[in-house]
């Protein structure tokens, strides 16, 4: 499984980014889709989360009302981060990863629950 995330760059307070993700290498008909970030000194934050079916999405406390996950139908591979009313406190490293495991709300925020990691794009939110 190889998963490939994109879309990073540098935005200022107020603006939007989007970041996606292309999982290859098996079939996704399982499981779920997870954005974590990290930023410098912290540690690593549970963002946004969506089933492969996509009928459960769930969404960190800090970025609720604010990022829209999403993923355009169930032969689509590629799950999208829409981040708007980006702020400074958003400025990290933004990974996904999957899990073969329908997680549920309890669960979708633990690392260790997903099995692959993609390889981080960064965001930088500055004036």
């Known amino acids: 499984v190889q998963l490939q995330a994109s879309g990073g760059g540098s935005v200022q307070p107020g603006g939007s980014l989007r970041v996606s993700c292309a999982a290859s290498g098996r079939t996704f008909s399982s499981g779920v889709m997870g954005w974590f970030r990290q930023a410098p000194g912290k540690e690593r934050e549970f963002v946004a989360s969506i089933s492969w079916r996509g009928r459960r999405i769930f969404y960190g406390n800090s970025v609720k009302g604010r990022f829209t996950i999403s993923k355009d139908n169930n032969a689509d591979n590629t799950v999208r981060l829409q981040m708007n009313s980006l702020e400074p406190a958003d400025t990290a490293v933004y990974y996904c990863?999957?899990?073969?495991?329908?997680?549920?709300?309890?669960?979708?925020?633990?690392?260790?629950?997903?099995?692959?990691w993609g390889q981080g794009t960064l965001v930088t939110v500055s004036s």
């Open positions: 990863a999957t899990s073969s495991l329908n997680l549920i709300a309890s669960e979708v925020a633990r690392g260790s629950n997903y099995d692959y």
